[in-house]
């Protein structure tokens, strides 16, 4: 009788389970991850659902480009996250404006959108972009009637939920105009319910008290074959003035990727990502031979003697110990699937997968 031969994934999570057998017995980190050809995705918390359903299909050899879209695609279809796509908190006016772009590594092509109205995958949009036009972004009502050219159908994305947050947020802004908020009530209601918020369960009250509440999806993957892709989505800022776009369709902002290093992404206040350009620098940081963490908070130093700086002209920049009063997150990850993922301040987590499967691993601060 002859026996099954293992597939490609069996293999690769034997191969893993090896490697890691033998890190323990060496007590050394694991530095033949460098070595081994390995799929390996990397981006924010809120990415961990879709990693876990696209893990598989990456160990079968699915392209980095598919698995990244595939992945950002489960938050902008969730209507209880509030910070991506169907669900998203809109801007000032009340209207759900997304931006979302991908890079495709072994190409060097990317494609974004910005400021796109009443489209459930802007991600795919931007991948049209990239793949359909000779452009690298188109932004507002250009996009929108390019979304709908190519098939996407026009969907009101502001839920319920969201439009009674806004409310909330519009009736709280001042008290010299004739908005009332709502009478307390001892009555429990959906405003007692949490609000999902790129990984993270707020209060109503956290969400509107809180300053520019950020929120954005970013994955980064390398596939079995060692190509790099990545992408970013988001609903930018709550409450933004309209027309703003974050660093999100901002290729090189919010994310960028080289086939020859590696790719980068982030999330968190997209003005400090643009004017750091950030995830250039992550993976030209990485291109001089920087571990993904060090290169990771070598962009965050910088971004925080940005803020010092422009504290000069906008002092609500910098907090009163002198460090940004913001917060920035990063994901890296180079061509050996070696990653890292970093932030400004706290204790978040990001996602992984590889073949250790996917999981939540905690940032590391560069200010504790
Ligand atoms: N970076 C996004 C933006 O500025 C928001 C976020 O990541 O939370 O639009």
Same mark, same amino acid.
């Given at each position: 009788?002859?026996r099954?031969?293992?597939?490609?994934?069996?293999l690769?999570?034997?191969?893993?389970?090896?490697?890691?057998a033998?890190?323990?017995?060496?007590?050394?980190?694991?530095?033949?991850?460098?070595?081994?050809?390995r799929p390996?995705m990397?981006?924010?918390?809120?990415g961990?659902?879709?990693?876990?359903?696209?893990?598989?299909r990456?160990?079968d050899?699915?392209?980095?480009?598919d698995?990244?879209?595939?992945v950002?695609?489960?938050?902008?279809?969730?209507?209880?996250?509030?910070?991506?796509?169907?669900g998203?908190?809109?801007?000032?006016?009340?209207?759900?404006?997304?931006?979302a772009?991908?890079m495709?590594?072994p $190409?060097?092509?990317a494609?974004?959108?910005?400021?796109?109205?009443d489209? =459930?995958?802007?991600?795919?949009?931007?991948?049209?972009?990239?793949?359909?036009?000779?452009?690298?972004?188109?932004?507002g009502?250009?996009?929108s009637?390019?979304?709908r050219?190519?098939?996407?159908?026009?969907?009101?994305?502001?839920?319920?939920?969201?439009?009674?947050?806004?409310?909330r947020?519009?009736?709280?802004?001042?008290?010299?105009?004739d908005?009332?908020?709502?009478?307390?009530?001892?009555?429990?209601?959906?405003?007692?319910?949490?609000? !999902?918020?790129m990984?993270?369960?707020?209060?109503?009250?956290?969400?509107?008290?809180?300053?520019?509440? $950020?929120?954005?999806?970013?994955?980064?993957?390398l596939s079995?074959?060692?190509?790099?892709?990545?992408?970013?989505?988001?609903?930018? =800022?709550?409450?933004?003035?309209?027309? !703003?776009?974050?660093? %999100?369709?901002?290729?090189g902002a919010?994310l960028?990727?080289?086939?020859?290093?590696?790719?980068?992404g982030g999330?968190?206040?997209?003005?400090?990502?643009? =004017?750091?350009?950030? %995830?250039?620098?992550?993976?030209?940081?990485?291109?001089?031979?920087?571990?993904?963490?060090?290169?990771?908070?070598?962009?965050?130093r910088?971004?925080?003697e940005?803020?010092?700086?422009?504290?000069a002209w906008?002092p609500?920049?910098?907090?009163?110990?002198?460090?940004?009063?913001?917060?920035?997150q990063?994901?890296?990850?180079?061509?050996?699937?070696?990653?890292?993922?970093?932030?400004?301040?706290? $204790?978040?987590?990001?996602s992984?997968a590889?073949?250790?499967g996917? !999981?939540?691993?905690?940032?590391?601060?560069?200010?504790g």
């Open positions: 009788m002859t099954p031969r293992p597939d490609r994934r069996s690769l999570l034997a191969a893993g389970a090896a490697a890691t033998s890190h323990a017995l060496a007590g050394s980190a694991p530095a033949v991850h460098a070595r081994r050809r390996v990397v981006g924010s918390a809120n961990l659902p879709g990693m876990q359903a696209q893990l598989p990456m160990m050899g699915l392209e980095p480009l698995a990244a879209i595939e950002v695609k489960v938050v902008e279809a969730d209507p209880e996250d509030m910070s991506v796509g169907l998203g908190l809109p801007d000032e006016d009340g209207v759900v404006t997304l931006d772009a991908c495709h590594g $190409t060097h092509n494609g974004s959108v910005g400021a796109i109205q489209t =459930l995958h802007p991600s795919e949009v931007a991948r049209l972009v990239m793949e359909r036009t000779d452009h690298c972004m188109l932004v009502e250009g996009a009637r390019f979304a050219e190519y098939g996407h159908p026009k969907v009101d994305l502001l839920t319920e939920r969201a439009r009674e947050v806004w409310l947020w519009k009736e709280g802004m001042s008290d010299r105009d908005r009332l908020s709502p009478k307390k009530s001892k009555k429990s209601g959906a405003a007692d319910r949490p609000y !999902r918020y990984g993270e369960e707020l209060t109503l009250e956290q969400l509107l008290t809180t300053h520019r509440i $950020t929120g954005t999806i970013h994955c980064s993957a079995l074959e060692g190509e790099l892709a990545c992408c970013t989505t988001t609903s930018g =800022l709550s409450f933004k003035i309209p027309g !703003r776009i974050g660093d %999100s369709p901002v290729i919010g960028y990727c080289d086939q020859e290093v590696g790719s980068a999330t968190g206040r997209g003005e400090s990502a643009i =004017l750091s350009c950030a %995830s250039f620098l992550c993976v030209e940081l990485m291109r001089g031979g920087m571990a993904p963490k060090d290169a990771g908070m070598a962009v965050l910088r971004v925080t940005q803020a010092q700086r422009g504290a906008q609500e920049l910098v907090r009163e110990d002198g460090l940004p009063a913001f917060n920035l990063l994901y890296l990850l180079n061509g050996a699937g070696e990653y890292a993922g970093v932030e400004l301040y706290g $204790t978040h987590a990001f992984v590889d073949e250790d996917a !999981r939540h691993e905690q940032l590391e601060a560069l200010h």
